[in-house]
């Protein structure tokens, strides 16, 4: 039997994402994402999920993403533990995101959509050019787990949701 560690949500912000930097200098961007779902009773189930960025993806999320904002995130649940202290084990499990894809918004504000994925060259992305890519060179702290993220800017595709 083959192993599967794959997530797919679609969400919104329920606060705006913090950036942290490791000691190796990679930025870590941290943030809730809220789901909403109908269940079978048609009762709402809401959910909160933690989610981690690094590198490059991490700075483009901080960037452009706040509290409310609709989201869908591609990732995989990775669990740390650690000691506190006392000697007690602590452990958490949160979503590591390779792909995060930022739901539209009006006009007005500025900024139509974007998809954020893993893998690309590092280059400014020119005001008047949301196509453009761009790569991190700092090792990812998950390095050996993960590749190097790659951001791409551009429309979100799929049209509108309802």
């Not at 930022?102 to 400014?124: C, H, S």
């Amino acid at each position: 039997m083959n192993n599967l560690n794959s997530i797919l949500l679609e969400g919104v912000l329920s606060r705006d994402p913090q950036l942290s930097y490791e000691p190796s200098g990679s930025p870590v961007c941290r943030f809730t994402i809220k789901v909403r779902r109908v269940s079978t009773k048609g009762t709402d189930e809401i959910g909160y999920f933690d989610v981690q960025v690094c590198n490059r993806l991490a700075e483009v999320c901080q960037e452009y993403l706040k509290k409310d904002r609709g989201l869908r995130v591609v990732g995989r649940l990775v669990q740390d533990h650690w000691q506190d202290y006392d000697g007690v084990d602590k452990f958490e499990v949160f979503i590591l995101a390779e792909h995060v894809e930022f739901k539209p918004i009006r006009k007005q504000d500025g900024v139509e959509g974007l998809t954020v994925e893993a893998d690309a060259e590092k280059r400014p992305v020119p005001e008047d050019d949301q196509s453009a890519k761009m790569e991190s060179d700092k090792p990812s702290p998950t390095e050996g787990k993960v590749g190097t993220p790659t951001v791409t800017l551009g429309p979100v595709s799929g049209g509108k949701r309802g």
